[in-house]
Antibody, heavy 121, light 108 residues
Framework: EVQLLESGGGFIQPGGSLRLSCAASGFTFNSYAMTWVRQAPGKGLERVSGISASGASTYYADSVKGRFTISRDNSKNTLSLQMNSLRAEDTAVYYC??????????????WGKGTTVTVSS | EIVLTQSPGTLSLSPGERATLSCRAS???????LAWYQQKPGQAPRLLIY???SRATGIPDRFSGSGSGTDFTLTISRLEPEDFAVFYCQHYGSSPKTFGQGTKVEIK
């Protein structure tokens, strides 16, 4: 069974940093792109960042560019999101999602349950 | 950037009724790279449809997708109690892979 388990969320003050992780199992991790999607309270979905299967290609939404860094460790089947200079507007549930192929034109076919990030003073 | 506009914002229907959800793109979506997701309260989104009309694994055949270019539709032929949720469309044929704002299907 394909599973994605996020961790690392929590309560953090503005300007602080957090590192989210996503442990993947049940599929050949190094063959699929991966994505972080967030959802602010009561709002819709926003694709924050994506990474190709090899890690060579990355994407960042303008809202997080220069502050967030996505990475993956294919030897440990783990996806990460390093979040720096956090702002109140980064408060959201962060979902890890598996891409349907290794890069390019992929949709998200499996989602984790999410981890909550709250940025507040 | 392709902007996806979903309508209506909220759809109030009874179990057994037909639901028709619209997703309109600001530019043509290449090769029908359009997906639909369902999200129930407190849960993660779930993939329903990809390629505009292909059902994901395990999705009942009462869910169907159609459309091309800039106009796409998700149809639920007969609503079951477990179908009431928020539905999002997303294009994935160019960057950024944006989502629509969602349509809530609620029990009337």
């Amino acid at each position: 069974e394909v599973q994605l388990l996020e961790s690392g969320g929590g309560f953090i003050q503005p300007g602080g940093s957090l590192r989210l992780s996503c442990a993947a199992s049940g599929f050949t991790f190094n063959s699929y792109a991966m994505t972080w999607v967030r959802q602010a309270p009561g709002k819709g979905l926003e694709r924050v960042s994506g990474i190709s299967a090899s890690g060579a290609s990355t994407y960042y939404a303008d809202s997080v560019k220069g502050r967030f860094t996505i990475s993956r460790d294919n030897s440990k089947n783990t996806l990460s999101l390093q979040m720096n200079s956090l702002r109140a507007e980064d408060t959201a549930v962060y979902y890890c999602a598996k891409g349907s192929q290794e890069y390019g034109y992929y949709y998200m076919d499996v989602w984790g349950k999410g981890t909550t990030v709250t940025v507040s003073s | 950037e392709i902007v996806l506009t979903q309508s209506p914002g909220t759809l109030s229907l009874s179990p057994g009724e037909r639901a028709t959800l619209s997703c309109r793109a600001s530019q043509s979506v290449s090769s029908s790279y359009l997906a639909w997701y369902q999200q129930k309260p407190g849960q993660a989104p779930r993939l329903l449809i990809y390629g505009a009309s292909s059902r994901a694994t395990g999705i009942p055949d009462r869910f169907s997708g159609s459309g091309s270019g800039t106009d796409f539709t998700l149809t639920i032929s007969r609503l079951e109690p477990e179908d009431f949720a928020v539905f999002y469309c997303q294009h994935y044929g160019s960057s950024p892979k944006t989502f629509g704002q969602g349509t809530k299907v609620e029990i009337k």
